[in-house]
Antibody, heavy 124, light 110 residues
Framework: EEQLAESGGGVVQPGGSLRLSCAAS????????IHWVRQSPGKGLEWLSL????????FYANSVKGRFTISRDNSKNSVYLEMNNLRTEDTALYFC?????????????????WGQGTLVTVSS | QSVLTQPPSVSAAPGQTVTISCSGS????????VSWYQQVPGAAPKLLIY???KRPSGISDRFSGSRSGTSATLGISGLQTGDEADYYC???????????FGGGTKLTVL
């Protein structure tokens, strides 16, 4: 069974940093791109970032570009999201999800499976 | 505001059929596959439909998807109280080089 598991969430002050991890199992990890998606309390899903299978291509939403960095370690079947200069509006449940297919120019936008999420709270 | 537009809420009685629309543009729905997700409170989203109309293994055939031009539609037939959830459409936007989601639609089964 394909599974993803996020970790690393917690409470951080505005301006602080946090590193989220996403551990994968049940599939050939280095064949697939991975997304990060978040959901603020009571709100909808917001796409944040994607890293392709070998880490050479990364993409970011404007809301996090320059503050968040996605990376992966295929030897550890893991993807990371380094979050800097955190704001109160970054408070959310953060999910990682596997992307089924990316070509050289685009991805399918097919998110499956998802992890259970890790909660990030930015508050003073 | 989301790149993809969904109605905030829909409702119908048990046994009836409901449709949820998702409107986009040529850079997203018009030229890329659409997927649909179901999210019940407290849980992660679950893939219902991919590649516009295909169902993953284990998803009931009561769920259907279609795409026409720059819009997509999720259909749910034979509504059950267990279908109450939030539903999201998603795709890739080739101009933005980003994944994009609809704002979500809350389904109430009356």
């Amino acid at each position: 069974e394909e599974q993803l598991a996020e970790s690393g969430g917690g409470v951080v002050q505005p301006g602080g940093s946090l590193r989220l991890s996403c551990a994968a199992s049940g599939f050939t990890f280095d064949d697939y791109a991975i997304h990060w998606v978040r959901q603020s309390p009571g709100k909808g899903l917001e796409w944040l970032s994607l890293i392709d299978w070998d880490g050479r291509r990364t993409f970011y939403a404007n809301s996090v570009k320059g503050r968040f960095t996605i990376s992966r370690d295929n030897s550890k079947n893991s993807v990371y999201l380094e979050m800097n200069n955190l704001r109160t509006e970054d408070t959310a449940l953060y999910f990682c999800a596997k992307e089924e297919y990316c070509s050289s120019v685009k991805c399918d936008g097919r998110f499956d499976p998802w992890g259970q999420g890790t909660l990030v709270t930015v508050s003073s | 505001q989301s790149v993809l537009t969904q109605p905030p809420s829909v409702s119908a009685a048990p046994g009836q059929t409901v449709t949820i629309s998702c409107s986009g543009s040529g850079s997203n729905i018009g030229n890329n596959y659409v997927s649909w997700y179901q999210q019940v409170p407290g849980a992660a989203p679950k893939l219902l439909i991919y590649d516009n109309y295909k169902r993953p293994s284990g998803i009931s055939d009561r769920f259907s998807g279609s795409r026409s031009g720059t819009s997509a539609t999720l259909g749910i037939s034979g509504l059950q109280t267990g279908d109450e959830a939030d539903y999201y459409c998603a795709t890739w936007d080739s101009s933005l080089s980003e994944g994009v989601f609809g704002g979500g639609t809350k389904l109430t089964v009356l």
